[in-house]
């Protein structure tokens, strides 16, 4: 079936330091991939995505590069603040099989200290 | 627009009561999911609906756990009888026709005692 596999965390980092998350996925289809942001107390909301092979997702700093040929998807920051504090999730979503249900990463919780 | 819409934000109940939680899905969208967030076993999808027909129910846990879609507006949860295990937050998102990304609420917090 369609998994996804993130880096394990906790991860913590310096303010300012360079991020990788880590993100690979497994699918039978061409999916449409994600990164999520959860805060503490709040439901998870989209940071940004992509589409198809090739795409990237950008938003507030951070970036994604669809890549088909090693099934990756990993999340990119150059400099990170505190209030970058959050659990980030990978997913996956398959329109034209599995009737779109979305797949979910574990999530990596991330850690910004001044 | 409002977003989604859960309520309650919070319950406590005592084991082997009924609980039930609540869902409204943003305008227009035709999809909605309900996920369990735990810190053991993460995000879980438990059901999801399409055009108010569930669609993939495999992720409910046992037969305590029900759901229902009675119009395009509200989804309910249900947990009959409830117990400790149940405890988590739980997620409902919707998604609209055509879109990609699925909108989440702010999750009820459920805790049985």
């Known amino acids: 079936g369609d998994s996804v596999t993130q880096m394990e965390g906790p991860v913590t980092l310096s303010e300012e330091a360079f991020l990788t998350i880590n993100c690979t996925y497994t699918?039978?289809?061409?999916?449409?991939l994600f990164w999520y942001v959860q805060y503490p107390g709040e439901g998870l909301q989209l940071l940004l995505k992509?589409?198809?092979?090739?795409d990237k997702g950008s938003n507030k700093g951070f970036e994604a590069t669809y890549r088909k040929e090693t099934t990756s998807f990993h999340l990119e920051k150059g400099s990170v603040q505190v209030s970058d504090s959050a659990v980030y999730f990978c997913?996956?979503?398959?329109?034209?099989?599995?009737?779109?249900?979305?797949?979910f990463g574990d999530g990596t919780t991330l850690t910004v200290k001044p | 627009d409002a977003g989604v819409i859960q309520s309650p934000r919070h319950e406590v109940t005592e084991m082997g009561q009924e609980v039930t939680l609540r869902c409204k899905p943003i305008s227009g969208h035709n999809s909605l999911f309900w996920y369990r967030q735990t810190m053991m076993r993460g995000l879980e999808l438990l059901i999801y609906?399409?055009?108010?027909?569930?669609?993939?129910d495999s992720g409910m846990p046992e037969d305590r756990f029900s759901a229902k879609m009675p119009n395009a507006s509200f989804s309910t949860l249900k947990i009959q009888p409830s117990e400790p295990r149940d405890s988590a937050v739980y997620f409902c998102a919707s998604r609209g026709t055509g879109g990609t990304e699925a909108f989440f609420g702010q999750g009820t917090r459920l805790t049985v005692v």
């Open positions: 992509a589409t198809k092979a090739d």
């Open positions: 997913a996956l979503t398959l329109y034209n099989t599995n009737a779109g249900k979305s797949t």
């Open positions: 699918a039978t289809g061409y999916p449409s």
């Open positions: 609906f399409n055009n108010n027909v569930p669609i993939d």
